[in-house]
């Protein structure tokens, strides 16, 4: 394994970290640590697969920093404003603030808005494709700090690092429109973002139950907020690998595709197994996924029915009934 930008810049004296504690903030799952001493590592993520990861690895890791610390190590994620926000939540949480991330997240682009910000010179590190840097900004970016979710003109609320933040996703609005008028009584939604489908879910006659699943917790508060019925429980957990406690009579879902900017379809077949998984012998799945995602021989050996019915030239929208028991997933489909 590659030797990372934070082990080279600790051992090779770039950067010298204080006493305290080490608040990392949304590391992902096997990020290279080894160089911080692990007893004094505060691991933050809001994305239950990396929480879980880090957990199971046996890590101190909550979903949001707890207390000061002497240093805040911020993993940048892609998204703009997210990234500006865990800048700023770092600044407010240490006196030093360490930055690492890829070129392709833009990272030289945030060492550039901080020079500038800031009015001097940012010590860094370029190696493999990205960039780390050091600094103690202070107060100076507490205008980069998320202001929480927001109501859209939709009339969904929403924020930064969620799932289609700027507007309702065209794919899942396509599924909800298309819906039956009446719908199974104990619902599910997986990976059900700020709420779009939940929403359509809970407007149908016969649901007397919903699971609203959803990996992100900044999605699930947006949830929450979308979604004041008593009908729908909020569960921050990873769709691949939960189990409801009682099984489903139906399910909707837009599975993610996506692993950074690659094209992951083994994402979307593991919301599949779920849904097959927690549903009833009876039950029935609607699911909405780009045309040129191979999902077709997954969901052929994991229902015994399978049909498109509708979509455009950019969606197509699935209808599954009555899982197979333990099936499995072809190789060839994973």
């Known amino acids: 394994m590659p030797q990372s930008r934070l082990t080279t810049a600790l051992r090779e004296g770039h950067l ?125 970016v507490a205008g980069w700090a998320l202001p929480g979710p927001t109501l859209g003109p939709d009339g969904l609320w929403a924020q930064a690092g969620v799932f289609s933040a700027d507007g309702p996703d065209p794919g899942s609005a396509l599924l909800a429109a298309a819906l039956p008028a009446r719908l199974p009584p104990r619902m599910a939604d997986l990976g059900a973002g700020a709420g779009l489908l939940s929403r359509a879910v809970l407007a149908r006659a016969g649901v007397t139950h919903l699971d609203v699943i959803e990996a992100e917790a900044l999605a699930l508060d947006c949830a929450r907020l979308n979604l004041p019925d008593p009908r729908a429980t909020f569960l921050w957990a990873d769709v691949a690998s939960h189990d409801p406690r009682a099984p489903w009579d139906g399910v909707v879902m837009n599975p993610p595709f996506h692993q950074g900017r690659a094209v992951d379809p083994a994402q979307g077949l593991g919301f599949i197994a779920a849904a097959r998984r927690g549903l009833s012998p009876q039950g029935q799945l609607w699911l909405v996924a780009n045309r040129h995602l191979p999902y077709e021989a997954a969901l052929a050996q994991s229902f015994r029915h399978v049909a498109e019915v509708g979509g455009d030239a950019r969606f197509k929208l699935i209808h599954a009934t009555r899982p197979t028991q333990n099936a499995r997933i072809p190789h060839h489909a994973r």
């Open 16 to 140: 010298t970290l204080p006493d305290g504690d080490i608040a990392v903030m949304r590391a992902p799952a096997g990020l290279d640590l080894s160089a911080l001493p692990r007893d004094r590592v505060r691991l933050s993520h809001t994305f239950r697969p990396d929480h879980d990861a880090w957990a199971a690895a046996g890590w101190q890791i909550a979903p949001l920093p707890a207390g000061p610390a002497a240093v805040a190590l911020v993993i940048l994620p892609r998204a703009k404003a997210l990234a500006r926000g865990a800048v700023a939540a770092a600044a407010a949480l240490a006196p030093l603030v360490v930055i690492d991330g890829q070129k392709t997240d833009g990272i030289d682009s945030m060492w550039r808005d901080l020079r500038a910000l800031l009015g001097r010179e940012v010590p860094s590190l370029t190696q493999s494709h990205g960039r780390l840097m050091w600094c103690s900004p202070g107060n100076a």
